[in-house]
């Protein structure tokens, strides 16, 4: 194949459109590697590779690192998106945070007429891979990830990391690994809490969270749980922690919290799910919220089921 008028990268790359108009390469169909077209057209891998840049310049082609190249059709019929179109995974929408997460998503991403695919993990690991991997196969520009709660972040995070696919992590930190991530300024947020809770006199405070390990941005209450003390000149009571709270024994959990500490006059909470649950096994041991004990967390309604008023801080 030489055409002394063209270059002969351009005449590979003009064979390799034919073939995909003609549908010898089909859409989906895995183009041949640069090194395959060397042997072909008994050229350089330099040659090939330009060709292959060509069509992937003029879309007929999406490129995947450590995959190889995918056919995506005639120009003229499937043309590259015109507007980004995003994935977003998140593990629950429920909660306050989860409706607000949504609704600032599909604002931001409106405004820029985009597009936004959500779907939900219900804080489910193996459902977050499933999502994870769907998403991508759709061709989504980005994805944004609030991750199911846990002590590692599950294998298709970390797959996105070592690929550099772009996506950014929400609420959620990674230590010692090169990621996007969006968060709330936690230690702040907690120290305004506590701040509201010292200058109504408190000073004896538990403080109920889940596994912090599990969490970074557990992790990053706990801190400014302990700089607030520390600002204060008040002694940190680790007693008074309960940093292992489980649904199944919340209950027995506060039982026992409360008989170690009658002293204690405010509990700090973590999350708001998990308030109401404290608060539903305060009202059970015949505690009144606030007369016989505060209660404050981050990301509350303005109103609990009977409308007991609910301080709280809002993640910003």
Known sequence: MKNGTKPMYQQISDDLKRQIATGELAVGAKLPTEMELTKVYQVSRITTKRAVEILAEE???????????????????????????????????????????IETLSEEVW?????????????????????????????VDGLLIWPSAGEYLGAEILQLIVNRYPFVLIDRQVKG??????????????KEALAYLFSQGHRD?????????????????LEGFIESHADQGIAIQREAWLVDAKADLLYEQLVDLLQRNPTLTALFVTEYELAVRVWESLQSLGYRVPTDISLICFDSPEELAGGVCFTHVKPR
């Open 59 to 101: 879309g007929l082609i999406i490129r995947r690192p450590g995959r190889g190249s995918f056919v995506l059709g005639e120009p003229q019929k499937h043309e590259r998106k015109q507007t980004a179109m995003f994935g977003a995974v998140v593990a629950g929408i429920a909660a306050p945070f989860g409706q607000c997460l």
């Open 111 to 139: 405004e820029r007429e985009g597009s936004l695919l959500l779907l939900q993990s219900h804080g489910k690991p193996d459902l977050e891979a499933d999502a994870i991997l769907k998403l991508k196969q759709l061709d």
């Open 177 to 190: 690994m090169e990621t996007k991530s969006v968060g709330t300024n936690n230690v702040k947020m907690t």
């Open 205 to 221: 405070i538990g403080f109920v969270s889940m596994e912090p390990s599990f969490n970074s941005s557990v992790e990053e209450r």
